[in-house]
């Protein structure tokens, strides 16, 4: 749902992240692409607790795109093997923070032990009264808007019930709010399919630290960024 015409906040409520630049680092340090993945889903549980701790109440992290199916083989097993192995302790983390876990995405192209797990995990942190950390894992904004569409057709609604808001109920983040600010790691510019829908009205903020080196500074300079704009919508 579209905000307020002006808005004067110094947290934001929603604070997605477009994790880039994993390989890159790696590379640049000699080092296998997956040791970059590996060190960058560490830095995910990281950054959630940080980003927790300054007052966001709503975190969502893009990790893995239906685009990146795309990549050679071995690096896709490495990163869903990576993927198993770090969910135990973010998990042990993020839990013991009182943070609740949500998947946005399919889930239907990973092993059924790892896609049980998944599910268990979100069912153990739903209780959670904490702030909410979603991990946008073989996600795609056109792909989300879609199979929203296609469930709105099979409902009983007409097309005049249908607004913003009932349609925002049929994607995969039905229930959180949508995106005040939106960071890309990396250098690049660009919102690669990511929340297209949610992040309509977002603060965008672009940086050119690869994700496994985005520390604390970095996230402490994000939200006064934030802070400093003048939240306006609805016009020029």
Not at 80 to 106: F, P
Not at 120 to 129: A, D, F, L, R, Y
Not at 217 to 229: F, G, N, Q, S, V
Request: glycine share 8%; charged share 25%; net charge neutral.
């Amino acid at each position: 749902m579209q905000p307020s015409m002006t808005q004067s906040a110094s947290v934001p409520r929603h604070v997605a992240i477009i994790m880039d630049g994993n390989g890159r680092w790696a590379t640049a340090r000699g080092l296998p692409r997956l040791e970059g993945h590996r060190v960058g889903l560490e830095k995910a549980g990281d950054a959630v607790l940080d980003f927790a701790a300054a007052g966001v109440s709503y975190i969502t992290l893009f990790s893995f795109s239906t685009e990146n199916w795309k990549r050679p083989k071995e690096e896709v097993a490495g990163i869903l093997r990576l993927l198993a192995e770090a969910l135990e302790r973010t998990v042990k983390d993020l839990n013991s923070q009182n943070i609740a876990i949500r998947h946005l995405g399919s889930l239907g192209r990973l092993a059924p032990p790892l896609r049980h797990r998944i599910k268990e995990v979100i069912e153990k942190t739903m209780g959670n009264s904490g702030a909410v950390a979603s991990f946008a894992f073989d996600y795609g904004g056109r792909a989300e808007i879609i199979q929203a569409t296609r469930k709105l057709m099979k409902s009983s609604l007409t097309p005049d019930e249908v607004d913003e808001e009932t349609f925002a109920k049929y994607l995969y983040s039905a229930g959180i709010p949508d995106v005040d600010l939106l960071i890309r790691t990396g250098g690049e510019m660009r919102l690669s399919n990511f929340l297209l829908w949610q992040a309509s009205y977002a603060e965008l903020y672009f940086t050119d630290t690869l994700w496994p080196d985005f520390s604390g500074a970095d996230i402490e300079k994000a939200l006064t960024e934030y802070a400093r704009r003048q939240r306006r919508f609805g016009g020029l």
